[in-house]
């Protein structure tokens, strides 16, 4: 009877260890409760980074030297700009700016030391203003720099910074209550601010891109997709690339190894996610998904080293996160759908590493956490 008895225990023992697993799914998968719904692919991973309540919009990813994702965000509902990067422990985050921050956008770069660099929005409490600043890591403190004086309106702004030569920040940042574009850079002597383009062309969506020669390169929405840049000679120059007032909106763009530029939006007209390069003299666009519009809404550009694109977006109809590139032939569209009655995918930002593997940083809206995808090439 005893044996009989622990027999039974033993294999009910079992059942339940096979049955009930260790709370996570196979393949990448996301425990119980997690915001992720069934893999549709399984070179997906998930992890939530930040369960903090009201952490994860404004988010911007870069991949350093290493392969490790670094990411910065914001707590909108504490006023706090926030940095997380995977350690050998898991991740590491830090508060960078309590209480300062105010806009709804940060933007972040790693330099050749592996240490990020972030552009943000933030109250002076001092001159009682709104304006732009940067945070620079090193070791384990931050050094922070005001970069312009003037008072913003709204919240509602746009920033993108790149790591130049030497180490050297370059920033843009839109001017709400100008409707203008700013440029600032460093240099060994100092630093300098310019303003870009001229009152009342636009700024919103502006993303900031470096080519061969160290010259900036910029588009925005302006009425349509514009793109502005500085040639070899320091000329300013700029172009329309959709001459359209639906296009251009939730735009982003990256410049291939030939310093050729390429732009992905979404149609405000239509909703449907558009890529953009030049061939040949003119400028050929291609109607990639139908994700629809939504103030969440983001594309993100990156080129591989073959200069093959790869976009991450927001579907607003499904309410998933999305992953699309070019495999040379056509576009691959890859989805991840959120368990029931979820929301994610939202201010997705994408980073790609030196073996092509997709990084993404995005938002659960209903949880309202940050949220963190790689795709495994």
Not at 30 to 39: C, K, M, R, V, Y
Not at 169 to 193: E, Q, W
Not at 199 to 220: E, M, R, W, Y
Request: aromatic share 12%; glycine share 8%.
């Amino acid at each position: 009877m005893k044996r009989e008895f622990y027999f039974c225990v033993l294999l009910s023992c079992l059942l339940i260890a096979l049955l009930g697993g260790c709370g996570k799914k196979t393949g990448g998968g996301a425990a119980t409760n997690s915001p992720f719904g069934d893999l549709d692919h399984p070179n997906w991973t998930h992890q939530i980074i930040d369960s903090q309540t009201g952490t994860g919009r404004g988010t911007s990813i870069a991949v350093d030297s290493k392969g490790m994702p670094h990411i910065s965000y914001l707590n909108l509902s504490k006023h706090e700009l926030k940095y997380a990067t995977l350690g050998g422990k898991g991740w590491l985050i830090t508060t960078v700016d309590s209480e300062n921050q105010r806009g709804t956008s940060s933007s972040l770069a790693i330099d050749s030391q592996d240490q990020p660099h972030i552009i943000y929005i933030a109250f002076n409490p001092t001159w009682n203003r709104i304006c732009p600043y940067t945070a620079h890591k090193q070791s384990e403190e931050w050094t922070f720099k005001e970069r312009d004086s003037m008072n913003m309106e709204s919240e509602d702004n746009y920033t993108s910074i790149v790591i130049g030569d030497s180490d050297y920040c370059h920033f843009a940042y839109y001017y709400d209550s100008i409707n203008c574009l700013y440029y600032g850079y460093d240099y060994a002597s100092g630093s300098s601010t310019i303003l870009f383009n001229d009152f009342n062309v636009g700024g919103k969506f502006a993303v900031l891109a470096l080519d061969t020669n160290n010259k900036p390169h910029i588009s925005f929405y302006g009425n349509g997709l514009k793109h502005y840049y500085r040639d070899a000679g320091g000329y300013k120059r700029n172009e329309d690339v959709v001459d359209d007032p639906n296009a251009g909106y939730y735009s982003s763009f990256a410049l291939d190894q030939n310093d050729a530029p390429h732009f992905a939006y979404v149609d405000l007209s239509t909703g449907e996610l558009k890529y953009v390069k030049k061939v040949e003299s003119a400028w050929a666009i291609e109607v990639i998904d139908d994700p629809g519009t939504h103030d969440g809404q983001r594309t993100c550009l990156a080129l591989d080293s073959s200069n093959r694109p790869h976009i991450s977006y927001y579907d607003a109809n499904k309410k998933s996160l999305k992953y699309t590139w070019h495999d040379g032939t056509k576009w691959v569209i890859v989805e991840e759908a959120p368990s029931a009655g979820g929301d994610i995918g939202q201010y997705a930002a994408l980073a790609l590493d030196s073996s092509g593997n997709a990084h993404i940083s995005h938002y659960d809206a209903v949880n309202q956490n940050l949220l963190y995808s790689k795709f495994a090439h």
